[in-house]
């Protein structure tokens, strides 16, 4: 269901606490362009470190890889890229605003008005801003196109690449054969990725430049099925582990009339954002499309060949592709939480409304906050100590600033899943308090202990 006070909430806690601040905010921003702030970069961060973990150091048939952004031209002629990767593009002949057809077609940028059960009959699409005529329909390529050094001719143009697997295809053989590799096995590349798109919209949902967390996973043809249903079960874990609930997921099954023509099945993992049901993630069976693309044009020999059944062939693919921005957000819409009324009653201040964003504790930017009661000494310099011992191994903050209830709530409302208090008792027992986010429940724990005590719980 549409719900876009929840997403100005988001948007405005991620400006006002440090996760996303607009691009070049003092010039005014930059349409559809972020920067990750302190706490942003940290989640963001955890995201990528957790997924890296997930699926490629703690699997035997998993290698990882970083290719470059700026990539030979011909990799993109020999995609596809450069004919096919575009958009169908309409403009208004009154305003000239642009938009996507496809877009138009199923109600999303239309006024708000608009009844998104009512199918729109293509005639009858006005300019959703101005009401104008638009133009007919014309394809829009969505390459990032600039020039490798000092001269700017057609001779010198390359692109920045618009998805990351271009690199992974392109770097099979390297891989495979310098990490003597036997199929199955897949590489997995984090990196950023480019696409002029026509419209942008939601935040980070859609932009212009992005990150992806992409796997090619290498099979012989036979077993795609198979492999297909475990990279599903895959992705299913970790949307459970991001925290997303189940029923804000949709697997959506893509129809052959929709799917690149290259694939042979594809399910978009679809989120239920608060505006509207959209493509989170895909998993894709690319068949051999791409290496044998690669193969023809670069006349080099990309065939595999089974050492043990000696059956040489092109490996075909499976592959998860993932969003990172789009997970970040589905990440923070899932976390964020709003109790009526406040969870504790000890203070007058905190019966209002209090937001706590309940991130899985391995993803939360920061794990632990130091509060010490007093700001001055001796209570200050033992904090400090604390809080530097603790540094070493976790993402810490120090606050000694206001009431406590209010130090606690500025923790739950960026997620640290952990406070520690020092006391004046704390001078004398060498213990502290421990607070949990989610349970609020304290432990009162030996200073000498703290490090075992959050190595436990935080791992
Ligand atoms: N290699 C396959 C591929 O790139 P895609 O469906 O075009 O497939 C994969 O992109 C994922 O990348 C999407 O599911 C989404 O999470 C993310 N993505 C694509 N375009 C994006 C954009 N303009 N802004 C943010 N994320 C985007």
Redesign the pocket.
């Known amino acids: 269901m549409d719900n876009p006070e929840k997403m100005e909430k988001v948007v405005n806690l991620a400006k006002q606490r440090g996760f996303i601040f607009p691009s070049s905010d003092i010039y005014g921003g930059l349409s559809a362009a972020y920067d990750y702030g302190p706490l942003g970069v940290e989640l963001k961060n955890n995201i990528k470190k957790a997924w890296w973990k997930m699926f490629v150091n703690t699997r035997m048939d998993m290698v990882g890889l970083d290719a470059a952004i700026i990539m030979h031209p011909k990799v993109w002629e020999s995609s596809g890229h450069l004919d096919n990767f575009s958009d169908p593009l309409v403009e208004c002949k009154k305003c000239h605003k642009r938009f996507r057809h496809d877009h138009l077609l199923e109600g999303s940028s239309l006024s708000p008005k608009h009844d998104k059960a009512k199918p729109v009959d293509s005639d009858k699409i006005v300019c959703p801003d101005c009401s104008g005529e638009l133009t007919g329909v014309k394809q829009f390529n969505m390459m990032f196109k600039t020039f490798m050094g000092p001269v700017e001719e057609s001779a010198n143009v390359v692109y920045l690449r618009?998805?990351?697997?271009g690199g992974i295809f392109v770097n099979f053989k390297n891989v495979q054969e310098s990490q003597r590799l036997r199929l199955p096995f897949g590489i997995a590349q984090i990196g950023k990725?480019f696409?002029n798109?026509i419209t942008?919209e939601n935040f980070?949902?859609?932009?212009?430049?992005?990150?992806?967390m992409?796997i090619e996973y290498f099979i012989n043809p036979k077993d795609w099925e198979k492999y297909f249903d475990e990279w599903l079960k895959l992705m299913r874990e970790w949307a459970e582990f991001l925290g997303l609930d189940k029923k804000d997921l949709v697997e959506e099954e893509i129809p052959e009339k929709d799917r690149a023509f290259y694939s042979k099945r594809t399910i978009?993992?679809e989120y239920k954002f608060p505006f509207g049901q959209k493509?989170?993630?895909?998993l894709?069976y690319?068949t051999d499309y791409d290496l044998s693309q690669h193969q023809k044009h670069s006349k080099q020999d990309l065939t595999y060949r089974d050492p043990i059944t000696n059956e040489k062939y092109l490996p075909h693919v499976i592959?998860p592709?993932?969003?990172?921005?789009?997970?970040f957000l589905a990440v923070m819409l899932a976390a964020y939480t709003e109790i009526e009324g406040g969870r504790s009653t000890t203070t007058k201040a905190i019966k209002d409304k209090e937001v706590v964003l309940k991130l899985p504790y391995a993803l939360a930017p920061i794990k632990i906050a130091v509060l010490p009661l007093s700001k001055k000494e001796p209570l200050a310099n033992l904090s400090r100590d604390i809080l530097m011992k603790l540094k070493q191994n976790f993402v810490c903050v120090y606050d000694e600033t206001q009431a406590i209830g209010k130090r606690y709530r500025r923790q739950d409302e960026i997620g640290t899943p952990y406070c520690v208090t020092i006391d004046f008792d704390s001078l004398e027992d060498k213990q502290v308090t421990i607070r949990d986010r989610d349970t609020m429940e304290q432990d009162r724990i030996a200073i000498d202990e703290l490090d075992k005590y959050f190595e436990n719980k935080l791992g």
């Not at 980070?204 to 992806?212: A, N």
Request: a negative charge.
């Open positions: 618009p998805e990351t697997a990725a696409r798109e942008t980070i949902f859609r932009t212009r430049e992005f990150e992806q992409e978009d993992f493509e989170l993630w895909g894709a690319r592959e592709s993932l969003g990172v921005d789009r997970s």
